[in-house]
């Protein structure tokens, strides 16, 4: 198995509370995602790292923010929890130098905001 | 921008039967990956099955193959010998090679296998 780990697993907070979420890879690949999955939606892209405090939006970046400050970290920040951002949340690293490599993915974080 | 759509909400299959699950997508570009996920209950997702847009040959995984059809923009994965281990989520997964390498997901398919 890939080497990446979120944290925390699950998690309930209250609206209007700042929350992150951490995830942490061993296998030194150079694209990190935030996505979020909802019954009938799937998987949504929410931010996205190509390197190094190098990150752009997804199609539902609105109320999220990151950072990556080191190769194996990538932090998923609610500034103000919602209830319409629980969900759960899949980090996921590829590297695209290797054009056969696919996504691999984190166990997921169940976020609930009350 | 990329869309990936997987038209079954649901879908049924008996023990031992074969079962097709539909995927279409739509992308201006040429070259691309297209892979189709399985997630089962304890929310790992795993791979199942990759298909380069490069390469005019279905890609096949023992009981698991595919129909890629480029100019239709079609992708279907087929089942066959279905298991009652394959019941799961199934996602169709559209990888940009252009806008950060990212991964596009239709909404999902959940597979019943009946014994």
């Known amino acids: 198995d890939a080497g990446i780990t979120q944290s925390p697993r699950h998690k309930v907070t209250e609206t209007g509370t700042p929350v992150t979420l951490r995830c942490h890879q061993t296998?030194?690949?150079?694209?990190m995602y935030w996505y979020r999955q909802d019954p009938g939606h799937g998987l949504r892209l929410i931010h996205y790292s190509y390197g190094v405090k190098d990150t752009d939006k997804g199609e539902v970046s609105d109320g999220y923010s990151v950072s990556r400050s080191k190769t194996e970290d990538f932090l998923l920040t609610l500034e103000s929890a919602t209830s319409s951002q629980t969900s759960v949340y899949f980090c996921?690293?590829?590297?695209?130098?290797?054009?056969?490599?696919?996504?691999?993915f984190g166990q997921g974080t169940r976020l609930t905001v009350v | 921008a990329q869309t990936v759509t997987q038209s079954q909400p649901e879908m049924s299959v008996q023990e031992a039967e074969t079962v097709t699950l539909s995927c279409t997508y739509d992308?201006?570009?040429?070259?691309?990956?297209l892979f189709w996920y399985k997630q089962p209950p304890s929310r790992q997702m795993i791979l199942v099955i990759r298909q380069e847009a490069y390469k005019q040959q279905n890609a096949t995984e023992n009981r698991f193959s595919v129909n890629f059809q480029k100019a239709a923009k079609s992708f279907s994965l087929k089942i066959s010998d279905s298991q009652l281990g394959d019941a799961a989520m199934y996602f169709c997964?559209?990888?940009?090679?252009?806008?950060?390498?990212?991964?596009?997901f239709g909404a999902g398919t959940i597979l019943r296998v009946k014994s």
């Open positions: 296998e030194n690949h150079r694209y």
């Open positions: 997964a559209y990888r940009s090679l252009e806008y950060g390498n990212k991964l596009v």
């Open positions: 996921a690293i590829s590297d695209p130098g290797s054009r056969n490599t696919e996504a691999f």
């Open positions: 992308t201006s570009e040429s070259d691309y990956y």
